[in-house]
């Protein structure tokens, strides 16, 4: 049977686990938010210092259709439940179409009396890398033939997400110097000796954090400028200087609450 609600963790849809399950609700969330302040002078009023979004939780309620007598049927399709929800992946709801969630921690409901058919157990799906909704697909633009460019993206999402910028050196030649810059941040790389015919990455995986790779090879150490390219949702200008002639392509992954 086909449920209006469905969650999908890997790939492996829950509900096709067993005929017997039954997802009673899904609630999708919103990011766990960490705030500091200070008193204003005046003896009113507060300044937001800092803000920090911490992790985001999923949780899904479900049941099984099997009656109460059949004790141990009950507890192999349980075990079958949280066996699939301990693994470390993309978390997809059936309802929010291109999106996906990526799934660092299962906090798992006790079997509590098997006897008690009616009952429903929820489990919790945590993000602490990235606490957003992703799009499954970014968003990218491709420049060719530059040395130097200003591009214009649009940033999907709601929150601010980060960059990858690819720079294949289609020159003839060894290629020192990369430098990328958008949203206020830049990253600046030298010493990169990249042969013509290569390609310079930085991206981010599914644990958030940024690498810079030339093919196969961190060049992590030969970059300086910001922590990240950083950028917020809407219209944003991409600037890439290049020691050499190559081929560029700028992606954003959009985010949301």
């Excluded at 609630?27 to 210092?49: K, N």
């Excluded at 099984?64 to 192999?76: F, T």
């Excluded at 929010?96 to 079997?111: A, F």
């Excluded at 690819?166 to 790389?189: E, H």
Aim: charged content about 20%; glycine content about 10%; proline content about 3%.
């Amino acid at each position: 049977m086909i449920l209006s609600r469905r969650v999908s963790l890997g790939g492996v849809q829950l509900d096709e686990l067993d005929e017997s399950i039954v997802i009673r609700g899904i609630d999708t969330g919103v990011p766990h938010e960490s705030l500091d302040a200070v008193s204003r002078m005046g003896g009113a009023g507060q300044r937001l210092v800092s803000q920090h979004w911490e992790t985001l939780d999923v949780s899904v309620r479900w049941a099984m259709d099997i009656p109460k007598r059949q004790l141990a049927r009950r507890r192999e399709v349980f075990e079958a439940v949280t066996s699939w929800a301990l693994q470390k992946g993309w978390l997809t709801v059936n309802y929010m179409t291109g999106r996906r969630m990526y799934v660092d921690k299962t906090i798992l409901p006790g079997s509590g009396d098997m006897w008690n058919w009616t009952d429903e157990f929820t489990i919790t799906f945590r993000a602490y890398n990235v606490p957003f909704w992703q799009d499954e697909q970014p968003i990218s633009i491709v420049r060719n033939s530059i040395t130097t460019v200003s591009a214009s993206i649009n940033i999907p999402g709601q929150a601010r997400t980060v960059l990858d910028v690819s720079f294949k050196n289609t020159s003839g030649a060894s290629m020192d110097t990369l430098s990328v810059s958008a949203g206020g941040n830049t990253i600046s790389l030298s010493g990169l000796g990249l042969a013509s015919g290569s390609t310079v990455a930085i991206s981010h995986g599914t644990d958030g954090l940024l690498r810079i790779m030339k093919g196969s090879t961190s060049v992590y150490d030969r970059y300086t400028g910001s922590d990240d390219l950083y950028v917020n949702p809407g219209a944003c200008t991409v600037s890439i200087t290049a020691g050499k002639t190559g081929n560029a392509t700028i992606s954003a992954t959009g985010r949301y609450f």
